[in-house]
Every structure is written in structure tokens, then in C-alpha cells.
């Protein structure tokens, strides 16, 4: 006899929503599990190690560039804005840009893990009394709607930091952006962070570094599996892989079985073959111009780009009134000598005839990009209390 969901209590609703989306994902082939997965309390404390690691240089680029540029950045969104940042913001990053704010009406954060909004906001309202903090546990890719602060707001914009975006495939990251665009609303404005497309090297040791860090990241996802769904998943029986797919442009993330095994999950069996690979992330990274492709296909222009030094990281203004021209976007680099306009890392003595050629080739990989093998992943449940990576 089945239970009606009204009549489940909320944990039970959240332990059946989780079980049936792990229960799909794992019945898929390929097989595919949602990065979401990751965050819980053991793997939001690896993820912070992974922070720490010397390879990964995602999320030091990005602060070192919020410290260059994010007087400039407050200075343009102007005063009095609702800040809506997607994820719970309590880290260096969001007081940064609140320090710097004129006058901010409220702070808004979206966090579907309850946990994490706690502790943000409590953090939050601490540091700044009087500032009013509105948070939402909600699905940010969800619709939402946006709380009316007490106080008179001028616009609100959307702080969605690092490089989180990378975790959807294109069709996720557009529907994305379009709910952005409707949730920021005609006047509206947002800050997104990029990871831009540099040495495939530098990337790929950036999801395995030397000290296993990411590797045990990777394979707490199991483990959680283990504690959450009495799973029986061996640890020792799988390992960690990511490799940097360069025609695609991003980093894809597996857990690979090493064996022909069987495993429970929620009284559910599931046989694995040997070196079976199961994905679990994807981490896009982009040049500027097909970040402004995205931007376009969602009703959303690109106002603004900040870069750090070495232009490995962006953090992008967009608005809803999309440019008519991607070349006039104006950019705050370190050394424009870098980054030509169209997003593509300039060649020393390179004509025009081999740059237009680079150029299609970099456009052919976009258009490589839309034949996803990540399918969009099934709706998440608002109860489920998980969130993709924020490097």
C-alpha cells in the first residue's frame, strides 16, 4: 500500500527523493550520478582541503581577482542592490563584495542544503548587524520568487561565484541562466564566475592532485551512498579518474569499478563490470566569447569582464539587454596582450588567416559541446539537501 507524499514526514520525503534519483542514475547507461551527491558534511570538509591543494588553483585565481576589480564591480552595480547570491555565501568572497557594496538593501541566500544556510546566515548577521539577510532554502535551479526587503531597493542582482556554472552541461547552464534572467527581472544584473580555458595540463592536475585530496572527494560520494541508503559500496573497489576532454572543454569526472562486483543500495542490487566508469561531474570551462553565446541564448547580454593576471579566470557582468556585437565587450584584464576580444589566448606572430582558422576550430568545439553525453540530469527535489560544486 503506498503512503501519500502528504502524509510522509519531510525526511522521509527527502530520503525517497534521493533514493529513486541514485536508484535512475545507476540503472542508466552509461551510469551517472549528479555532483549534488558530494556535499555532504564529509565532503564539503574535503572539498575545503581540495581548496588548499597546490594544483588547484580555481578558487585562489578567483579571490585574488575579487580583491583586484570588486571596487569596480560594486561601483557598477550601484547602490542600494538586494545581493542574491545562489549557494550560501558566508566565505571571503561575499563579504568582499558586500564590503564594498554602496549601501546594500538586503542580502538574499539560496541554499537548498539547510545546514549550510544555517550556519551562513548565522555567520552573516554577525558580521553585519544591519544589514538585512533574507535566505531562501530553495533549488536554485528551480523558479523562485524574491523576498521584498523592508528597505527601498534599487536593483537585484545575482552573485553566482565560482565557476559553478561549469557544472551543468550547455542545455543546463542556459535553462539556468534563464531563470536567472526572470528571477533578476528588466532592471536586474548579475555576477557569474568563469573558468577559462588555458593549459590542459594546469587543468587536469587541478582534479588530481598529488596528495589524493580529490580522489577521496570523489569517492565520499560512495561512502555517503554507504551511510545514507545502507549501500555496501567497497571503497577499495573503485578509484577516482578526471580527465580533460579538450575537444569539449572540460574536465569529466569518474568513478571507475576495478572489478566485475556487486552492490546493494536501498535493497536494490547493481552489477558493475570491471573497469566500468560511472560519471559524477563535469566542470566546463569556457573562453569569453562562448560564455557570451550562452549569456545571448538566454536573453542575458555581457556588460562587463574582469580577469586576473594570467586571464585563468573570469568573473562576468551580465544584463538583460543583450550586446549587439560580442567584440565590443568591454574587459578589465591585467595585460590585454593576453586575451584577444573574441575570449581566445593571443598567438606571437599569428596572421589572420591562422587566427581565423584557431577561431573556427574553437567554435567547432562548441558546437562539439552541444552532443552532450551528460543528459540534463531529472528535476531536484527541494528537499533533497545537496548542492553542485562552488570552487
Keep these: 500500500m503506498s503512503v501519500p507524499a502528504s502524509g ?18 545507476l540503472a542508466a547507461r552509461p551510469r551517472k550520478l549528479s555532483s549534488k551527491w558530494f556535499y555532504d558534511e564529509a565532503g564539503s570538509a574535503l572539498f575545503e582541503r581540495i581548496c588548499e591543494q597546490d594544483e588547484y588553483y580555481v578558487t585562489r585565481t578567483e579571490l585574488a581577482l575579487m580583491r583586484e576589480h570588486v571596487a569596480a564591480m560594486a561601483k557598477m552595480l550601484g547602490p542600494q542592490v538586494m545581493l542574491v547570491e545562489y549557494g550560501s555565501g558566508s566565505g571571503e568572497k561575499t563579504r568582499l563584495l558586500l564590503d564594498h557594496l554602496e549601501r546594500p538593501a538586503a542580502y538574499v541566500p539560496i541554499e537548498i542544503s539547510r545546514t549550510a544556510l544555517r550556519d551562513s546566515v548565522a555567520q552573516l548577521r554577525q558580521a553585519y548587524p544591519a544589514l538585512e539577510v533574507v535566505a531562501l532554502n530553495a533549488d536554485f535551479t528551480e523558479p523562485l ?42 532592471n536586474g544584473r548579475a555576477l557569474v564566475g568563469i573558468d577559462l580555458k588555458k593549459d590542459p595540463l594546469l587543468i587536469e592536475a587541478a582534479y588530481n592532485d598529488g596528495a589524493g585530496v580529490t580522489a577521496a572527494f570523489t569517492l565520499n560520494l560512495l561512502a555517503r551512498l554507504n551511510r545514507e541508503l545502507d549501500a555496501d559500496f567497497d571503497l577499495q573497489q573503485f578509484h577516482h579518474r578526471a580527465r580533460y576532454n579538450v575537444m569539449r572543454g572540460r574536465v569529466e569526472t569518474f568513478i571507475v569499478s576495478r572489478c566485475a562486483q556487486r552492490v546493494s543500495v536501498a535493497g536494490r542490487p547493481f552489477a558493475f563490470a570491471a573497469d566500468e566508469a560511472m560519471a559524477v561531474e563535469i566542470s566546463c570551462k569556457y573562453t569569453v566569447s562562448e560564455f557570451a553565446g550562452m549569456a545571448a541564448a538566454a536573453g542575458l547580454g555581457v556588460t562587463h569582464v574582469w580577469t586576473d593576471r594570467r586571464a585563468w579566470f573570469a568573473v562576468v557582468l551580465l544584463e538583460p539587454h543583450p550586446l549587439a556585437n560580442a567584440e565590443e565587450i568591454p574587459m578589465s584584464i591585467h595585460d590585454a596582450k593576453d586575451l584577444s576580444p573574441d575570449g581566445l589566448p593571443c598567438v606571437k606572430n599569428e596572421g589572420k588567416k591562422e587566427k581565423a582558422q584557431r577561431k573556427k576550430a574553437a567554435d567547432e568545439n562548441v558546437d562539439e559541446a552541444l552532443e552532450e553525453t551528460f543528459p540534463a540530469s531529472d528535476p531536484i527535489s527541494p528537499f533533497v539537501p545537496a548542492k553542485p560544486r562552488q570552487h
Design 145 to 186: 520568487l524574491l523576498p521584498r526587503p523592508h528597505g527601498p531597493v534599487r536593483r537585484p542582482v545575482v552573485y553566482f561565484p565560482g565557476s559553478t556554472l561549469g557544472n551543468f552541461n550547455r542545455r543546463e547552464a542556459v535553462d539556468l541562466l534563464i531563470r536567472m534572467r526572470q528571477l533578476m527581472g528588466p
Design 8 to 25: 510522509l514526514h519531510q525526511d522521509d520525503v527527502r530520503y525517497l527523493a534521493m533514493r529513486d534519483e541514485i536508484w535512475r542514475g
